[in-house]
Structures are given as structure tokens and as C-alpha cells.
């Protein structure tokens, strides 16, 4: 079992910056791959990036160049720094959470709201 807590979110004008983070616990992290996924108003949940222990990390296309994902290992958290946010950037924002034997994600965080005003 894996617990997620997401914060970081808010309210940001186009071409700014946020930074999420996700805390984990419950099970080894070190046993896990790390995910983002989000979701706008009426649409479905996609993809945003991905991250495994050893810090290797994947990319929808449409985020690449302006997400980064990253992990500290000692504090248990993945952080996705996001940048020259746009409008359809807005949508909650979910920590995910699987072992590397499942392509499923099993564990999911709350998620924070992310708002970029145009």
C-alpha cells in the first residue's frame, strides 16, 4: 500500500512557473515508479510524466521541454516543476504510483488543481 499526498498547486498567470510535489509512504519507494497524471473539465486523465528510483523519467510530448520530474529518494517525495505554463495546462493534477512488475498504476494521490488565468 502507498499513500500520495500532492501539494504545490494554485492560481498562476500564463508563462509562469509551479512546482508540485508528492509525498510518499507505505511501501518501499524504492520499489515503485512514480508517475503524473492530470486532468482537465471534461476530459480524461492523461499521461505528464513518469519517473523511476534510478531517476530514469519519460515525457507526454506535449509537456517535453517544459516539465521536468524529479525525485528525492531520501524524503520520499517526486517534485514536477512546470514551466511557461499555458491556459490548457489548467486541470488537476494527480502523484501516481506502481511497481516496476504492473504497467498499471494501483496508487493515487488526491490530486491539486493547477489554474493558469490567460
Known amino acids: 500500500q502507498v499513500q500520495l499526498i500532492e501539494s504545490g498547486g494554485g492560481l498562476v498567470q500564463a508563462g509562469g512557473s509551479l512546482r508540485l510535489s508528492c509525498s510518499a509512504s507505505?511501501?518501499?519507494?524504492?520499489?515503485?515508479?512514480m508517475g503524473w497524471f492530470r486532468q482537465a473539465p471534461g476530459k480524461e486523465r492523461e499521461f505528464v510524466a513518469s519517473i523511476t528510483w534510478g531517476g530514469d523519467t519519460a515525457y507526454a510530448d506535449s509537456m517535453k521541454g517544459r516539465f521536468t520530474v524529479s525525485r528525492d529518494n531520501a524524503k520520499n517525495t517526486i517534485y514536477l516543476q512546470m514551466n511557461t505554463l499555458k491556459p490548457e495546462d489548467t486541470a488537476v493534477y494527480y502523484c501516481a504510483a506502481r511497481t516496476y512488475a504492473s504497467g498499471a498504476y494501483a496508487w493515487w494521490g488526491q490530486g491539486t488543481q493547477v489554474t493558469v488565468s490567460s
Open positions: 507505505g511501501r518501499t519507494f524504492s520499489t515503485t515508479v
